[in-house]
């Protein structure tokens, strides 16, 4: 018996529909990330090992249980594995074209698929895209509120306007190593009730504990958050102020931030601000995209000292909202015939509406009248052009709008400025 094979578990299929929703996403991206001053770059899908590693960190989820390890051919090769995300990548790119010594300030932007070897399930994939932008060459907290008014403005123009945005502050390295102490001497009283990996996180990278997604090890976290580090007491004056500045900031250009002291995100690298923005649409996979500052990232891959700031949003995840709130469907026409005999006629209009620029299509297939319109309901067509014998010889054709069932004898000469109408209108869209 020939075997049927299946998509590999944990990858994505986009559908014709999601490829075209897909695109519109990243189209509508772009021109948010232009707004705001930001270059595209495309960076490969494989790096050397040792980028992550040393950045993400060596505790963490993504180096010890999620990379891909392409299999070497000798004990010579380098190790390479597929990128399972974009900021490491985007340094490397940064420090070996030694861009810090061409301009004090840059800022880029990546589209792409990202590889990691989770446990698939809904919302967490094996292989995902993200829209990501890093801000490299600058500490000020205003470029931090651009970044997350950035990422705010992306899902707010792609259609996703309620939000919730997490934040966080972990303090410079120094305030970081005080909180990551903190936090390993109190929950080694917890040890006992702690998941095994937990329990080997509190001595290497204690701060790994509060990325758990174990219940219980995240109640326990939970509640030293709120108990024993809710005002930041950990914090040096000059990081408190920068926070305590940058929520007024974020307060002033009309978001409302929530602070969680428990939110550090799952890669080493993170300084002083962290974020998050969640949906409520997605259930626990809750998260749309997140950030934060990496001031020591640069350093620690063989640059000099430059502090930086990014974040990614997840495509996937963000289809996923935009499912649940409501399937956006693009307008779209199709051109029905009642009867074989007039398929020039009806090609010939298909043909003015895509010169048009008006998507548009048809049957190949001499189905019936029904069958085209089942066909057009399954390419989820907003209006369909009929093309009726008597009609047509009298200089008209029939447009039905598939939402409200209405339709229409227009003239064959004004159809093109009628469906732009609608369409500009926002009739028919789902």
Known sequence: ???????????YDFSPAEANLFNELAEGARKIFHLFGYEEIILPLIEEEGVFVRSVGETTDIVEKQIFRIIKRSEEDTSIVLRPEGTAQVVRYYLENSIYKQ???????????????????????RQFNHFGAEAIGSK???????IILLAMKILEAIGISQVKLNINTL???????????????????????????CKRRLEKNSLRILDCKEEQCKKIANNFCVRDINDRFYLCADCKKD???????LKNSGLKPDYNPCLVRG????????????????GSQDALGAGGRYNNLIKNLGGPEIPAIGFALGVERIILALNKKGKITPQTAFVALTGEKLINEAYLILQLLRNANISADMDFCAKSLKGQFRYAE???????????DDEYKEGYVLLKNMETGEQEKIKKEELISTLRGYIADGEGAA
């Open 171 to 197: 303090g410079c390295q120094s305030d970081k190593e005080k909180f990551q102490q903190l936090l390993r001497e109190e929950l080694a009283r917890e040890k006992s009730r702690l998941c095994d990996d």
């Open 103 to 125: 301009r004090s300030l840059s800022k880029f932007f990546y589209i792409g698929p990202m590889f990691r070897g989770e446990r698939p399930q809904r919302g967490r994939l």
């Open 267 to 282: 890669l080493d690298y993170y300084t002083n601000t962290v974020f998050e923005i969640t949906s409520g649409y997605l």
């Open 378 to 388: 399954r390419k989820e067509a907003s209006y369909v052009v009929i093309i009726a």
């Open 243 to 249: 926070f305590n500045d940058l929520m007024s900031i």
């Open 140 to 146: 000020s907290i205003y470029l931090d509120a651009e």
């Open 1 to 11: 018996m020939t075997k049927t094979y299946k998509s590999v578990r944990g990858t």
